[in-house]
């Protein structure tokens, strides 16, 4: 839907752009058209949006490796919180053991 609202909009505001209004003092108005001033508009809403697109495609390309960068982050701190997951378990379980052991002891 903007897509096209914009289509209304750029010919619309390129011909105000161009438009030259002179108010003459015999009460007559001349409305003229100036078409450089048209086509260095266009020129510059086409630099406009290939530079856009440039940015769009380079976003576009980076993005493979931005996400593999991404995925091998979060590997790494999947594997650290397992590995801490893993010693405190350890250290549950050895706890556990002792209280144990101290249980039978105290018997």
Known sequence: MK?????????ALLALAACSVTDENNGSTTVSLDENRIEQGAAAIENGAARAADVAAATIQ??????????????????????????????????????????????
Not at 3 to 11: D, E, F, H, M, S
Not at 66 to 95: H, P, Q, T, W, Y
């Open 62 to 107: 980076n993005a493979p490796a931005e996400l593999e960068n991404s995925a091998a982050d979060i590997k790494e701190r999947a594997g650290r919180v397992a590995d801490k997951a893993e010693a405190l378990g350890e250290k549950i379980e050895s706890k556990a053991d002792r209280a144990v052991v101290t249980e039978n002891e105290a018997r």
């Open 3 to 11: 897509r096209t609202a914009y289509g209304l909009y750029v010919p």
